[in-house]
């Protein structure tokens, strides 16, 4: 079923709104730019001392207790120190902020993290967004002012952490953009409880130092457990990547071939008390750490919807497009829920949509048909073998999906440069994971391509 947005074709009085959103990472000051572009009023609340979410890198994750003993901090930001980007910044940027090299810092195609956070405060700086940002502040709670309410208004309860002051204000609409690598996702294997090593997520990895000398299984294929394996074995005895399916990317191939240090092992079946993890094809090895890069959790503990939107074996649901809940919309919305894909492009295509959805210039379908279409959406994953924990990512669809919030609001479509881009860069990094980054040639035929775009040549002013 295909469902459209309804696009007024006369101009319409823009419908101004008071709107808070949760998060002032990527998704989060987009939504503010887009919202601040639409006439819309906005607070953005950020519960870190500065911009960028996930990019805001907080190396401080540990301390010592006054009984010696070392706790685990809670911290936001999954980012560890030697990360860098995987796809070149080329198709990185907002479509009128390219994210260009500046002088005096990080030049490379995938610069580190850092770099990416710098342009987020660019971005910040340039579009007046942090006048209405307010820092280190926690949201307690986001509910309906009136369940009867037809305008579906919205109570935050807000608390300033340093003083403890506690703010309760009233909004016409709520954006939660606060991320989806904050609250990690364990597997449950026979033996977790009782293993005497040492069990962490990498959530709370960030450099590999600690891990010196040791016998390490690092658990999960995706990209986080190979990119961390292979800084590991700079310093650890052995590291041991356990994957569900042996048929790995040529990429990982490469490198367990390249690294004596480095093994591919099954799952795990069972972790014994002597220190033990025994694998499902009946090997084992003695290790002193697991480190679980087996993903992260929806979670959002503020919200009382009253089970309109809930969080079902990690399906964040029913939402529209990823984006309304049918019975709450248009006042509550979230960007950022989609994984495996390239964010800044996805993030501001929606954060235009829902903007242009608060000012009344166009307008979701009746909450019947939306609810049909989110149906039909399930069937069709399910149809299709998709666990129902999966039913966010959504990976190459990313690009239909950008185009589809662009039909909804007038937008262009994603230009065919960035597209080819984003695949071409999929495909060299599953070829060659250590050296895809640092082989690109800038005559390449689509960096070219890519670089004589008018996008480039983009005055970078509000």
């Known amino acids: 079923m295909v469902l459209e947005s309804t696009k007024s074709e006369e101009p319409i009085m823009s419908q101004s709104k008071t709107v808070c959103v949760i998060g002032a990472g990527p998704s989060g000051l987009v939504s503010a730019r887009e919202l601040k572009k639409e006439g819309h009023k906005v607070i953005v609340m950020e519960q870190n001392d500065d911009v960028g979410g996930q990019w805001l890198y907080q190396p401080n994750v540990e301390e010592e207790d006054p009984l010696g003993k070392t ?21 990185m940027g907002f479509s009128d902020f390219p994210f260009t090299v500046k002088e005096g810092r990080d030049t490379r195609r995938f610069p580190g993290h850092e770099e990416l956070w710098l342009y987020l405060k660019d971005f910040c700086e340039v579009f007046g967004l942090r006048e209405m940002i307010r820092f280190n502040v926690r949201v307690e709670f986001v509910g309906m002012v009136n369940d009867d309410d037809i305008t579906k208004r919205w109570r935050v309860k807000s608390v300033e952490k340093k003083s403890g002051e506690v703010i309760e204000e009233v909004f016409d609409a709520v954006v ?15 033996g977790m409880d009782m293993w005497k090593g040492k069990q962490v997520h990498s959530h709370v990895y960030r450099v590999p130092d600690p891990f010196r000398d040791e016998v390490v299984v690092v658990v999960g294929g995706f990209i986080s457990g190979p990119d961390i394996s292979i800084e590991l074995v700079k310093v650890a005895k052995e590291v041991h990547l356990s994957v569900k399916s042996l048929d790995v990317s040529p990429g990982v191939s490469k490198a367990i071939t390249k690294h004596q240090s480095l093994h591919l092992q099954p799952q795990i079946e069972s972790l014994e008390e002597d ?26 503990p503020f919200l009382e919807s009253q089970g309109r939107v809930e969080v079902d074996d990690n399906r964040v649901g029913p939402l529209f497009e990823h984006t309304f809940s049918p019975s709450l919309s248009p006042s509550l919305s979230f960007v950022g829920i989609p994984q495996k894909l390239i964010g800044f ?21 009746p909450y019947d048909e939306m609810m049909q279409s989110v149906a039909e959406f399930y069937r069709a994953k ?9 039913t966010h990512d959504i990976g190459r669809d990313f690009v239909t999906y950008c185009d589809k919030y662009a039909d909804y609001t007038g937008y262009p479509h994603l230009e065919e440069w960035r597209k080819k881009l984003c695949v071409t860069t999929i495909l060299r990094s ?17 960096l070219q391509e890519a670089l004589q775009d008018p996008y480039f040549a983009q005055r970078t002013t509000p």
């Not at 399910?382 to 999966?390: H, I, M, S, T, W």
């Open 71 to 91: 706790k685990i901090l809670k911290v936001h930001s999954s980012i560890y120190s030697s990360l860098r980007l995987i796809s070149p910044r080329e198709i």
């Open 176 to 190: 939660v953009a606060t991320g989806h690598y904050s609250y990690p996702r364990l597997p449950s294997i026979k």
């Open 275 to 300: 220190g033990r993890v025994i694998f499902v094809d009946g090997s084992c090895i003695v290790a002193d750490t697991i480190l679980y890069c087996t993903g992260y959790r929806y979670k959002f």
């Open 345 to 365: 492009p996805f993030f501001e295509s929606q954060a235009k949509w829902i903007a242009m959805i608060l000012s009344g210039k166009t307008s979701l379908p």
């Open 382 to 390: 399910e149809a299709n073998g998709v666990p129902k924990r999966n």
């Open 430 to 446: 599953l070829d060659n994971l250590e050296t895809y980054r640092d082989s690109w040639d800038d005559d390449h035929e689509l």
